[in-house]
C-alpha cells in the first residue's frame, strides 16, 4: 500500500539550516569564553531541540542546567538575527512540494525546532505550499522521538497512521515514524547518514526529493 500523505522533519529534510544554526551558537560560545565547533560539526548536535544543541555544545563539565538555560537565551536572540542569513531549501525541494501540490496530497511539518522560529521559517522559504499542520517544539509538549504529536497530526489528516510516510535525515525521525506506525523514510542529502536511518528503523532511504513520490499514492 503507497502512502497517502507526509509528515516532514525541517532541518536537514527540507531546509539547510546547519550554517546559520551554526553560527549563531559559535558566537554564543565565543562571547562566554567556551570552544567554537567547526560549522560542520554541528550535524551531529542537532535534532534534538535547541535546548539539547546547548547542552552538547557547551563542554561536558559545564553543562549545568543553570548555564544552559542563560546561554539558550543567549542563543535565542542570536538565532533570531541570522535565521535567514544561509538558509534555504533543499535542491529539488520546491519540485517535489509542486508534484504534492498537485496531486493533492496531504503534508505536514513536525520538528524539534523551536515552534515560533519554525512558523518564521517556513512562511519565508516555503509559503507558496499550503500544510495541514506546523508543528515544533511547544512548551510542556512531547517532542519526537515520542510519536503523541505524530500521531495527532494523523487524526487532522483523517488517516491512519500507516497510510503515512514520516521523512526525516535524523534517527529520531526514524525512532518516531516507527513508533508512530508510519512508514519511516530517511533522507540522505540531510545532517545524518545511511547507517543511523538504517540502524534506528528506515524503511526506505532517499537519495534525492524527487523519489519521494515513488512511495505516495
Do not use: C
Not at 557547551?58 to 538558509?87: F, G, N, S
Not at 497530526?153 to 526525516?168: D, N, T
Amino acid at each position: 500500500m503507497k502512502a497517502k500523505a507526509v509528515i516532514f522533519d525541517l532541518d536537514g529534510t527540507l531546509l539547510n539550516t546547519l550554517q546559520d544554526l551554526g553560527e549563531a551558537m559559535n558566537v554564543v560560545l565565543r562571547e562566554h569564553g567556551f570552544p567554537v565547533h567547526p560549522v560542520d560539526a554541528y550535524r551531529h548536535l542537532l535534532g534534538e531541540g535547541m535546548d539539547a544543541l546547548v547542552r552538547q555544545a557547551l563542554p561536558e563539565v559545564e553543562r549545568d542546567k543553570t548555564l544552559v538555560a542563560r546561554l539558550m537565551e543567549k542563543m535565542q536572540d542570536e538565532y533570531d538575527r541570522r535565521w535567514q542569513d544561509h538558509t534555504q531549501a533543499y535542491s529539488g525541494v520546491p519540485e517535489m512540494l509542486d508534484e504534492l501540490e498537485r496531486r493533492g496530497l496531504p503534508k505536514a511539518i513536525l520538528t524539534n525546532h523551536q515552534h515560533h522560529f519554525m512558523v518564521q521559517m517556513v512562511e519565508k522559504f516555503l509559503g507558496a505550499w499550503s500544510f495541514t499542520v506546523l508543528r515544533g517544539v511547544l512548551p510542556g509538549a512531547p517532542r519526537k522521538p515520542d510519536p503523541a504529536v505524530a500521531l495527532e497530526i494523523a487524526r487532522k489528516m483523517e488517516l491512519p497512521p500507516q497510510e503515512i510516510v514520516l521523512v526525516g535525515d535524523s534517527g529520531i525521525d526514524m525512532l518516531t515514524a516507527r513508533a508512530a506506525g508510519m512508514v519511516a523514510a530517511g533522507v540522505l542529502w540531510g545532517y545524518r547518514d545511511a547507517t543511523e536511518l538504517l540502524e534506528t528503523g528506515a524503511q526506505k532511504l532517499l537519495t534525492g526529493p524527487h523519489e519521494l513520490i515513488n512511495i505516495l499514492a
